[in-house]
């Protein structure tokens, strides 16, 4: 007989990192910023009455904002639910073709996710012995090329001319460049979009701004492309971003000094981590993100990783081809960092 | 030459309502709520600090309040940002099948719009010549079937038995009742999940619940059906409720004496609303929402809807096929129908 679930759209589901309910864990596990969100959140005023009202649909305070800062004009700005909703959306409009899309194998894991939910045939490049991007993998024929820059979870950056080289090459597909962690080191290729009509970049206030608990991404690229977006965007929801992100997300912005404040902490922190991991054995990789991506030369990574959980220190492992010895560790304050050392100290010298 | 605008999803938008600037507007055009929410949402203190942490992807507690609201269980429930999202997740997740979905001529008006982005074919029933929908119509082979209840925009209500037999009709579809306005007058249909594991129930805190700027919207449907829900929704987008929406939303849910007396408010100003703009020479539909759909019999809607616009009362007109004569107008407060009704014997009379 025939059922409903004949007509079902079946997926493997995305497995997002554990958020314990536990207040005692150490959580270095969804690259969260350790440190809150600028104080003038504190200042706004929400309206309690207002909120039943419909946000505004263009969200024009948060997108006259973001282009005001990033000197842009508002039509080059597309903002969403989290930079996940931004890229499943650039997914929708503009991988739209027969051939398959390029971005590498080892990466930010939705993209396969994505693909698959959406249909979209995919070719996942190798990346080389080292983790680095083959630029040359990129030069083929494509329906769309995405990639982290810095790559996640290895956190290795690649200079402005790698990219530009991919986007000059390839004038028939979209290049999305997901900087969701280019304030920890890295330098933007947001420059590019006013010559390049099909580069876009991705952000999101979910690391470098703190407040992932809003659901805040964006995309810039040129006029054109940001129409595109927000077409399909109004065809599958018209009002996602609510008053309160709208609100707070605008309220940050300004504040510039305690957000350089807070990446410099986090960038010396991820220096000091890095030496006391080599110091203990590990193999770290480069990393210019507010993570690590590192390896024990004897101890197994899933042994870390389950020790580390009974003593209430959260990372990231995944038992995947290729990233099975490494562990992503999220830079946390100094004290979560030292509390991490001391446990792998013991961990590490007590299994050798 | 190969252009990537040759990969481009493109799509004719949905047109929100307008939201003015102006806050001198009496805006009766997105059917808002005019009491705000529960003050319950006054006693939520809101830890900035913890926005730079992510939102639980479950929506736990939001969903467990729900679950015991309605009682029902924990799993019948799925989340998403308005139900707009929650729909848009159930085409894509339901109405994959080749065969069209089923929904009114003259309904919600994101329903073609869904399915033109997601590439699903339809057939749109036409209401009869009363504007009812037709039973019989949806009796015949289909990929799925949608329709609000009360219908949009006419606010006509029909009877569990309607709606069961078409469920019962229909057992290899999923039939999604959307009850955004049930809370108005209307009797819900959620004691037949449990009977039927092809009937899906949405509601939404937009309008009785008086929180459209916080964006919730729910499912509520057999287990089953709510994980392949979750499924699809965690391969576009882990976490899409963001903090405020879960804390606040949640908070409102126990404060059932504001709620009914809000609702009651608005039935009684509904009614009194109805009689008058009878008395004025309008046919009214017999509407169970919070909205009335009237049409006048010798002046123009059109004409009504500008002259109201200057006057800065927004009301709803669609140039469309059958409904190009009537006005959706939204329940305000008393004083707002007052001043509508005086805007309208002005009009009404002058004209005639």
Redesign the interface.
């Known amino acids: ?4 679930k ?11 990192g554990e ?1 314990p309910k536990d207040t005692n864990v150490i ?1 270095l596990n ?1 690259n ?6 600028s104080g003038k ?2 200042e706004v005023k929400l309206d ?10 263009k969200v024009s305070a948060l997108v006259n904002k973001l282009a005001e800062y990033h000197n842009i004009k508002p039509e080059q700005v597309f903002v969403g ?2 930079s ?2 931004v890229i ?1 959306m650039c997914f ?6 027969d051939k398959p899309i390029f971005f590498p194998d080892v990466t930010y894991s939705f993209y396969d ?2 693909a ?2 959406y249909r979209i045939p995919y070719e996942q490049k190798k990346l080389d012995e080292n983790f680095n991007i083959v630029k040359e993998d990129y030069m083929a024929e494509n ?2 090329i995405i990639f982290p820059n810095p790559n996640a979870p290895t956190g290795i950056l690649v200079d402005t001319d790698f990219i530009e080289d991919i986007v000059k090459a390839n ?4 290049v999305i460049i997901d900087e969701a962690y280019i304030d920890f080191g890295g330098k933007s290729v947001l420059p590019l979009i006013d010559k390049y ?2 580069l876009l970049v991705v952000r999101t206030f ?1 690391k470098s701004r ?6 805040i991404g964006y995309a810039m690229g040129n006029s054109e492309l940001i129409k ?1 977006l ?16 709208i609100i ?1 997300g605008s309220a940050i912005i300004d504040d510039e000094e305690y957000f350089r404040s807070t990446l410099d902490k986090i960038i010396s922190t991820r220096e000091r981590f890095v030496g006391e991991l080599k110091r203990l054995g590990f193999n770290v990789l480069p990393s210019k993100a507010n993570f690590v991506f590192a390896s024990h030369k004897s101890v197994d990574a899933n042994v870390i990783f389950e020790t580390l959980k009974e003593k209430k220190v959260y990372v990231r492992h995944w038992n995947a081809p290729r990233i099975s010895d490494y562990l992503r560790i999220t830079i946390g304050t100094d004290e979560e960092m030292d509390k991490l050392i001391s446990l792998l100290e013991d961990i590490c010298c007590a299994t050798k």
């Open positions: 007989m025939n059922s409903w004949d007509n079902i759209r079946t997926v493997e589901p995305y497995v997002p958020q959580k969804t969260e910023n350790p440190y809150g969100p959140v504190n309690m009455n207002n909120l039943r009202k419909y946000p505004d649909a639910v989290g996940d909703d499943s929708m409009t503009f991988f739209n073709s996710v994505w698959d939910v329906g769309g004038p028939a597909s979209v009509d099909n979910s703190s407040m992932a608990g809003l659901r595109y927000n077409d399909v965007k109004y065809s599958v929801n018209s009002y996602t971003m609510n008053t309160p992100s707070y």
